[in-house]
C-alpha cells in the first residue's frame, strides 16, 4: 500500500491531497484564486505565488486532519511527498516544490516531482475504471492542446500538438471578447446553453491537412471579426458556435488519431475536459473514453499524488531532492528518465 501528499501549486490553485494506491482520495483541500484574479481579467502571478505562500501550511494540516493525521503522525503514515515541477507559473511552482521538499527532507521521505499535463492524465485514473495502456490521451488546458500516444506508465509520443494557441486559451481569449468573465471555459459554457451553434459558421482550421497537429488562434480572429462585423448578434449565439467549432476541432483530429493509431481507449485531460460538449461528444468516438471525474478535471492536488504513485512505482523518486522547478518543461521529456 502506497499513501502519498500530492501538492500542487502551479498556477492559481492550491491543491493537496492524500492518494492511497494511486487510486482513492482519502483527503483533499483546494483553494482556488479565481476571485482575487477575476478583476484582473486574468492570472497576476506575482499574486498568485504570495497566496500559495499564505495557505499552503494549513491547508496540508487540514488535508492531514481530514484523515485523522497530524504532521507527527503523517511523518509515520505518509510514503512519499509529490509536487508539480512544471509547467506553470515558476515563482507559484517554487512554493509547492519548496514546501514538499522541506516536508519530505524533515520526514525523511521520497519527494516525487511530477509533470503539471502528467498529473492531468493520471486524474483519469482516479475514478471507478482505470484505462489499461495503450491509450491515446487528448490533453486540453490552458497551456496545452496535444494528442498523445501513452504505450506505457510514464511513457509519451507526442502525435500533434498546437501550432499557436491552446484550445483553453482560446476559449479565454473569446470570453474576453465577448466581455465574459475569467475563467472563460466555464462562462462560455454557461452562456452557450442559450444559444444556438448554428447561429454563425467559423472556420475549422486545417481540416483538410493530414496533421494531427491544432490551431486555434484562427478560430479566435474569426470571432473578433464577426462580432466587429455583425456587433448585434446576441452573446448566447456567438458563444455555442464558437463552442461547438472549438469541440469540433479536437473531434476531427482525435478521429483521425484513432484512424492512424488503432488505439481502442482514450484518455481526455486537462481544464478544458471539464466542457460538458466535449465530455458528451467524446463518447460518439466509438472508443472507451475515460475521463476524470469533474472536480479532478481542474488543477487539484490528487492528480499529483496519483500519477506520483506510478513514478514511485518505476523508480522516479528524486533522492537527492536537486528536481528544480521548471516553467516549460516539456511533457514528453520528463517521461521515465525525468
Ligand atoms: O488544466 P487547467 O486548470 O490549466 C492548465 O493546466 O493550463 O485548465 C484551465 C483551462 C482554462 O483555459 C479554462 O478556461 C478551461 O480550462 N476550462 C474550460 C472549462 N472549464 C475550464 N474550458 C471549456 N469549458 C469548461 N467547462
Ligand atoms: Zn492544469
Known amino acids: 500500500m502506497s499513501l502519498i501528499l500530492g501538492i500542487e501549486t502551479s498556477c492559481d490553485e492550491t491543491g493537496i491531497a492524500l492518494v492511497e494506491d494511486g487510486r482513492r482520495v482519502i483527503a483533499e483541500t483546494l483553494l482556488s484564486q479565481v476571485d482575487i484574479h477575476r478583476v484582473f481579467g486574468g492570472v497576476v502571478p506575482e499574486i498568485a505565488s504570495r497566496k500559495h505562500i499564505e495557505v499552503i501550511y494549513q491547508l496540508t494540516r487540514d488535508t492531514l486532519a481530514q484523515a485523522g493525521l497530524d504532521m507527527a503522525s503523517g511523518r509515520q503514515q505518509i510514503d512519499a511527498v509529490a509536487a508539480t515541477r512544471g509547467p506553470g507559473l515558476m515563482g507559484s511552482l517554487l512554493v509547492g516544490m519548496g514546501f514538499a521538499r522541506s516536508l519530505t527532507w524533515a520526514w525523511r521521505k521520497p ?54 494557441d491552446a484550445v483553453g486559451e482560446c476559449f479565454d481569449k473569446v470570453a474576453r471578447l465577448l466581455g465574459l468573465p475569467y475563467p472563460g471555459g466555464p462562462s462560455i459554457q454557461k452562456v452557450a446553453q442559450t444559444g444556438n451553434p448554428d447561429a454563425c459558421h467559423f472556420p475549422r482550421a486545417m481540416r483538410d491537412s493530414d496533421t494531427l497537429d491544432f490551431s486555434y488562434s484562427g478560430l479566435k480572429t474569426a470571432v473578433l471579426y464577426m462580432l466587429r462585423d455583425h456587433p448585434d448578434l446576441p452573446v448566447p449565439d456567438v458563444a455555442a458556435s464558437f463552442q461547438r467549432a472549438a469541440v469540433d476541432m479536437l473531434l476531427e483530429r482525435t478521429e483521425q488519431a484513432i484512424a492512424r493509431t488503432g488505439c481502442e481507449r482514450l484518455v481526455v485531460a486537462g481544464g478544458v475536459a471539464a466542457n460538458a460538449l466535449l465530455r458528451e461528444s467524446v463518447q460518439q468516438l466509438g472508443v472507451e473514453v475515460y475521463l476524470p471525474a469533474f472536480r479532478w478535471c481542474l488543477d487539484n492536488g490528487a492528480m499529483i499524488a496519483c500519477a506520483a504513485h506510478y513514478r514511485l512505482q518505476a523508480g522516479c523518486a528524486d533522492h537527492t531532492l536537486s528536481a528544480s522547478a521548471d516553467p516549460s518543461l516539456d511533457l514528453i521529456c520528463s517521461g521515465q528518465a525525468g
Not at 115 to 123: P, Q, R
Not at 127 to 134: D, L, M
Open 111 to 164: 519527494f516525487v516531482p511530477v509533470h503539471h499535463i502528467e498529473g492531468h492524465l493520471y486524474a483519469a485514473f482516479l475514478g471507478e475504471r482505470v484505462p489499461q495502456f495503450p491509450f491515446l490521451a487528448l490533453i486540453v488546458s490552458g497551456g496545452h492542446t496535444q494528442l498523445v500516444y501513452c504505450p506505457e506508465p510514464l511513457r509519451y509520443e507526442l502525435l500533434g500538438t498546437t501550432r499557436d
